[in-house]
């Protein structure tokens, strides 16, 4: 007979496969099994008639979930991934959700991209009304009530049937055998419903006398509703009804939605059909589930506890361990589902492309899955906040902690990760006592897919949603100095408005790995005369960051405009709204340079704050930079869409950059200039009396501008004590405040700082360009950005011809009693 049923079953696919003109080969594996396993665990399902119709792999089961918080968004989708591996019907989710979920749910569909999977969501805020009166002491608050209304929610012409699950479940069988039992209801069973297992409702856990329930009574985790009868039952009326009456009697439901169907239920035992244990496996502190799982295979888990996964039970550990096989599941898998149903059903054909750039183009336009806030965020922006806005891959996780520590407020992290290590992610940051402590940390995944990784996606995913005003984007990798996040803020309040404004962090790293850190701009400037220290790639691609002018920020303690230069890649403090990354940058090369050079295209203004900075954490050369450096064809790719996007910005904007003609053809070169584009030589941004240093003290307090003091500092020759090396001119502000800054003493000798003052930038070629071999449109792309050689202010470092007296050009001693000779003592 076993034989004869599984015949007649494998004979209706076929008969199906026919009629939909389905290839064999489009029918996954798991699928042709299912239809041979159908039927094998037999011991609940009645004889099945020959004669009935064959199963409907097109039938769409309709699913309802209340979801709201974000560890129910992330309980959610391990709850998708595990029902999407068992299913073999197209699934139509209804999802009540608050505002933050909706967030995050329509970003996660949005970008995983499931066939045969539709999502309607429908606002929570809409139905509270409906519970919001219940005297209610669950957990989960007045959204543990709304399972009570979807009656109300659904529209009748959508669906007549519907399965209502909760978020913590874990699905380990094929749904659509549950959404059959459909079938099996009389005229009056409205909703089918497993039995609790624990004694909960036998009054047994020393609680205060339990709501009235048949028994152990039942679990509303899992619930089939047939909506057309519970409507003609006029459902609103009974349950309403019911619950005032049992309010006054037993007080407020501990269960929220279970005790008041439990109550409906042992007064109208007709309405219910029991579905078999297996389908609510109940893994709480009291569960009495074993004695169904020895028995028969579990169908669902239910992680009903506060505790969730946590919980300690019988047999936990191997349940943990089925959920966290799901939790490490790669989701994108699902995005091959076949598409088995529909009209224009269609299979992809891939063609190699002969284009080398063609993987780099497709991979830009590549659906990340993405998955918000996957841990709590419960932060209020005031109108200066400034979130800490960065990215990372699993391997730099550890950096999170040192950020935390020293950031003080809000910050976005976006990890790219695979399913596998978000979990561990999750673990580390729960058990971490620097970030667990935070509830002002948003925690972004962003799951794997492809060789490259996609930066400027990342980057989009933190700044879009961020909850501050102002923004600070940054890399991973920096670490910030210390009181940063109060100095950024101070600096923009003195500003008022930063509509159209970048505000610049000056970046530094350490020569060596082992150089301690400072703390201040004191310290910092004693590390760079101790050459401990220098500007952020100086030594490899010194334009990235050289029109922040580094030497003008040693002497500088107000705020200086600088301007744009080409490959300008600074790290800004900005407003929120800020022009979004171009996302078809991948990996390394550009994908911030193109974001400023927008910004530039804007009209935005560079300011470099003078009393901050960030210093660059030393680590091993990131995959991608080195594939950069190794791949000719890589590089050839990026500078295409270089082009390309120069190109696109000019004509976006109307805005030549780099005096480069678009008009015929692409990039062909202008008249050069007759002289080279030189460092912005630039004046302080704010000379009005009304504008005071940030950390300015008393007289900050005041409203007054401090009075700046003109300080010669000497120092001699190391071993000479009678030779004086060096006067310099040290500005500091008259402040009791410890982060005002005072007078450092400097090292460097000015014989070397001379020689500086007449060095220009000679050797300015990118570490992105490298062994690259260059063709015709490469080289007069690199002509063009190439002909804007950086070059030093002579008014910020005179030459030493200059200083010398015409008698006395021959002697670098000569010049230092000199200016030793006529250095001011009145302090000024």
Same mark, same amino acid.
């Given at each position: 007979?076993?034989?004869?049923?599984?015949?007649?079953?494998?004979?209706?696919?076929?008969?199906?496969?026919?009629?939909?003109?389905?290839?064999?080969?489009?029918?996954?594996?798991?699928?042709?099994?299912?239809?041979?396993? !159908?039927?094998?665990?037999?011991?609940?399902?009645?004889?099945?008639?020959?004669?009935?119709?064959?199963?409907?792999?097109?039938?769409?089961?309709? =699913?309802?979930?209340?979801?709201?918080?974000?560890?129910?968004?992330?309980?959610?989708?391990?709850?998708?991934?595990?029902?999407?591996? *068992?299913?073999?019907?197209?699934?139509?989710?209804?999802?009540?959700?608050?505002?933050?979920?909706?967030?995050?749910?329509?970003?996660?569909?949005?970008?995983?991209?499931?066939?045969?999977?539709?999502?309607?969501?429908?606002?929570?805020?809409?139905?509270?009304?409906?519970?919001?009166?219940?005297?209610?002491?669950?957990?989960?608050?007045?959204?543990?009530?709304?399972?009570?209304?979807?009656?109300?929610?659904?529209?009748?012409?959508?669906?007549?049937?519907?399965?209502?699950?909760?978020?913590?479940?874990?699905?380990?069988?094929?749904?659509?055998?549950?959404?059959?039992?459909?079938?099996?209801?009389?005229?009056?069973?409205?909703?089918?419903?497993?039995?609790?297992?624990?004694?909960?409702?036998?009054?047994?856990?020393?609680?205060?006398?339990?709501?009235?329930?048949?028994?152990?009574?039942?679990?509303?985790?899992?619930?089939?509703?047939?909506?057309?009868?519970?409507? #003609?039952?006029?459902?609103?009326?009974?349950?309403?009804?019911? *619950? $005032? $009456?049992?309010?006054?009697?037993?007080?407020?439901?501990?269960?929220?939605?279970?005790?008041?169907?439990?109550?409906?239920?042992?007064?109208?035992?007709?309405?219910?059909?029991?579905?078999?244990?297996?389908?609510?496996?109940?893994?709480?502190?009291?569960?009495?589930?074993?004695?169904?799982?020895?028995?028969?295979?579990?169908?669902?888990?239910?992680?009903?506890?506060?505790?969730?996964?946590?919980?300690?039970?019988?047999?936990?550990?191997?349940?943990?361990?089925?959920?966290?096989?799901?939790?490490?599941?790669?989701?994108?898998?699902?995005?091959?589902?076949?598409?088995?149903?529909?009209?224009?059903?269609?299979?992809?054909?891939?063609?190699?492309?002969?284009?080398?750039?063609?993987?780099?183009?497709?991979?830009?336009?590549?659906?990340?899955?993405?998955?918000?806030?996957?841990?709590?965020?419960?932060? =209020?922006?005031?109108?200066?906040?400034?979130?800490?806005?960065?990215?990372?891959?699993?391997?730099?996780?550890?950096?999170?902690?040192?950020?935390?520590?020293?950031? *003080?407020?809000?910050?976005?992290?976006?990890?790219?990760?695979?399913?596998?290590?978000?979990?561990?992610?999750?673990?580390?940051?729960?058990?971490?006592?620097?970030?667990?402590?935070?509830?002002?940390?948003?925690?972004?995944?962003?799951?794997?897919?492809?060789?490259?990784?996609? =930066?400027?996606?990342?980057?989009?995913?933190?700044?879009?949603?961020?909850?501050?005003?102002?923004?600070?984007?940054?890399?991973? @990798?920096?670490?910030?100095?210390?009181?940063?996040?109060?100095?950024?803020?101070?600096?923009?309040?003195?500003? #008022?408005?930063?509509?159209?404004?970048?505000?610049?962090?000056?970046?530094?790293?350490?020569?060596?790995?082992?150089?301690?850190?400072?703390?201040?701009?004191?310290?910092?400037?004693?590390?760079?005369?101790?050459?401990?220290?220098?500007?952020?790639?100086?030594?490899?691609?010194?334009?990235?960051?050289?029109?922040?002018?580094?030497?003008?920020?040693?002497?500088?303690?107000?705020?200086?405009?600088?301007?744009?230069?080409?490959?300008?890649?600074?790290?800004?403090?900005? $407003?929120?709204?800020?022009?979004?990354?171009?996302?078809?940058?991948?990996?390394?090369?550009?994908?911030?340079?193109?974001?400023?050079?927008?910004?530039?295209?804007?009209?935005?203004?560079?300011?470099?704050?003078?009393?901050?900075?960030?210093?660059?954490?030393?680590?091993?050369?990131?995959?991608?930079?080195?594939?950069?450096?190794?791949?000719?064809?890589?590089?050839?790719?990026?500078?295409?869409?270089?082009?390309?996007?120069?190109?696109?910005?000019?004509?976006?904007?109307?805005?030549?950059?780099?005096?480069?003609?678009?008009?015929?053809?692409?990039?062909?070169?202008?008249?050069?200039?007759?002289?080279?584009?030189?460092?912005?030589?630039?004046?302080?941004?704010?000379?009005?009396?009304?504008?005071?240093?940030?950390?300015?003290?008393?007289?900050?307090?005041?409203?007054?501008?401090?009075?700046?003091?003109?300080?010669?500092?000497?120092?001699?020759?190391?071993? $000479?004590?009678?030779?004086?090396?060096?006067?310099?001119?040290?500005?500091?502000?008259?402040?009791?405040?410890?982060?005002?800054?005072?007078?450092?003493? !400097?090292?460097?000798?000015?014989?070397?700082?001379?020689?500086?003052?007449?060095?220009?930038?000679? @050797?300015?070629?990118?570490?992105?360009?490298?062994?690259?071999?260059?063709?015709? @449109?490469?080289?007069?792309?690199?002509?063009?950005?190439?002909?804007?050689?950086?070059?030093?202010?002579?008014?910020?470092?005179?030459?030493?011809?200059?200083?010398?007296?015409?008698?006395?050009?021959?002697?670098?001693?000569?010049?230092?009693?000199?200016?030793?000779?006529?250095?001011?003592?009145?302090?000024?």
């Amino acid at each position: 007979m076993i034989l004869i049923l599984i015949f007649v079953i494998i004979g209706s696919v076929f008969l199906y496969i026919q009629t939909h003109k389905i290839s064999n080969n489009t029918i996954p594996k798991s699928l042709r099994q299912f239809a041979k396993e !159908l039927h094998s665990d037999n011991d609940h399902i009645p004889f099945h008639d020959p004669n009935s119709e064959p199963r409907n792999f097109c039938e769409p089961i309709h =699913i309802g979930i209340v979801c709201s918080g974000f560890n129910s968004n992330v309980h959610l989708h391990a709850l998708l991934k595990s029902l999407l591996m *068992t299913r073999s019907n197209p699934i139509h989710l209804h999802i009540l959700v608050s505002n933050d979920s909706a967030t995050v749910l329509r970003l996660l569909f949005k970008s995983w991209h499931i066939p045969q999977v539709n999502v309607s969501f429908y606002n929570i805020s809409k139905w509270l009304k409906d519970v919001r009166w219940v005297p209610n002491g669950h957990y989960s608050g007045n959204y543990g009530l709304l399972k009570l209304i979807f009656h109300k929610v659904i529209p009748a012409s959508v669906t007549k049937k519907l399965l209502i699950l909760d978020t913590d479940l874990i699905i380990v069988d094929d749904i659509h055998m549950l959404w059959k039992l459909f079938d099996e209801f009389n005229y009056q069973q409205a909703i089918g419903i497993a039995e609790n297992q624990s004694p909960y409702y036998l009054g047994h856990l020393n609680q205060p006398q339990p709501w009235p329930a048949i028994g152990v009574g039942f679990n509303s985790g899992v619930m089939l509703y047939d909506l057309e009868k519970l409507n #003609a039952m006029k459902w609103e009326l009974v349950w309403t009804n019911l *619950t $005032k $009456k049992y309010t006054l009697i037993y007080g407020q439901t501990d269960l929220g939605d279970q005790d008041i169907l439990n109550s409906i239920i042992k007064q109208l035992p007709n309405i219910v059909y029991k579905l078999p244990c297996y389908w609510n496996i109940q893994m709480s502190s009291h569960s009495s589930g074993n004695s169904c799982y020895s028995q028969f295979k579990p169908k669902i888990l239910h992680w009903n506890s506060p505790q969730k996964y946590a919980i300690s039970t019988r047999d936990g550990d191997m349940f943990r361990g089925v959920a966290q096989s799901v939790f490490e599941f790669n989701g994108n898998w699902f995005r091959n589902y076949p598409q088995l149903c529909g009209e224009d059903t269609q299979i992809e054909i891939n063609i190699e492309s002969a284009d080398e750039c063609d993987k780099f183009s497709k991979a830009s336009n590549t659906f990340y899955r993405t998955l918000l806030f996957f841990l709590d965020y419960n932060f =209020i922006a005031d109108d200066w906040d400034i979130t800490y806005v960065t990215h990372l891959s699993f391997d730099r996780i550890h950096l999170l902690e040192n950020i935390a520590k020293i950031w *003080t407020g809000p910050i976005s992290f976006t990890l790219y990760v695979s399913d596998a290590e978000l979990v561990k992610s999750m673990r580390l940051i729960t058990e971490s006592e620097v970030l667990n402590r935070r509830s002002d940390i948003a925690y972004h995944a962003v799951f794997q897919q492809g060789e490259f990784y996609p =930066i400027n996606t990342l980057r989009n995913v933190g700044l879009k949603h961020v909850k501050t005003p102002y923004s600070f984007l940054v890399d991973v @990798d920096f670490t910030p100095m210390k009181s940063l996040f109060e100095m950024l803020r101070d600096n923009i309040r003195s500003m #008022a408005d930063l509509n159209k404004k970048a505000l610049i962090v000056p970046a530094f790293e350490p020569v060596n790995p082992d150089v301690v850190l400072p703390k201040s701009k004191i310290q910092l400037i004693d590390s760079l005369n101790r050459n401990e220290v220098r500007p952020f790639r100086a030594d490899v691609w010194a334009r990235g960051h050289a029109p922040t002018n580094y030497d003008k920020w040693r002497k500088e303690y107000e705020p200086y405009h600088v301007k744009w230069q080409p490959h300008y890649e600074p790290y800004v403090v900005v $407003k929120s709204n800020v022009p979004r990354y171009d996302e078809r940058f991948l990996g390394f090369g550009w994908n911030k340079v193109s974001h400023i050079m927008e910004l530039e295209a804007q009209n935005y203004d560079f300011i470099v704050l003078s009393d901050v900075f960030i210093i660059h954490a030393s680590h091993a050369l990131s995959w991608d930079n080195a594939k950069f450096k190794q791949s000719p064809p890589y590089r050839r790719c990026n500078q295409q869409l270089k082009k390309r996007f120069i190109k696109e910005l000019t004509a976006k904007y109307n805005k030549n950059f780099s005096d480069v003609n678009y008009s015929d053809g692409f990039m062909k070169d202008r008249k050069r200039r007759n002289t080279q584009e030189k460092i912005e030589s630039t004046t302080s941004l704010f000379e009005s009396t009304d504008f005071f240093l940030t950390w300015g003290g008393k007289e900050k307090a005041e409203g007054k501008k401090e009075r700046k003091k003109n300080f010669p500092i000497q120092s001699v020759v190391k071993d $000479k004590p009678h030779e004086v090396s060096k006067v310099e001119y040290y500005y500091y502000y008259d402040s009791d405040d410890p982060y005002n800054l005072t007078i450092s003493k !400097l090292n460097k000798t000015l014989l070397e700082q001379l020689k500086m003052g007449n060095k220009k930038e000679t @050797d300015l070629s990118s570490s992105e360009e490298h062994n690259y071999e260059y063709d015709e @449109d490469d080289l007069k792309f690199k002509e063009l950005h190439d002909s804007t050689t950086l070059q030093y202010d002579s008014e910020t470092f005179p030459s030493v011809k200059d200083l010398l007296p015409v008698e006395k050009q021959d002697s670098v001693n000569e010049v230092i009693d000199e200016k030793l000779k006529n250095a001011p003592t009145d302090g000024r």
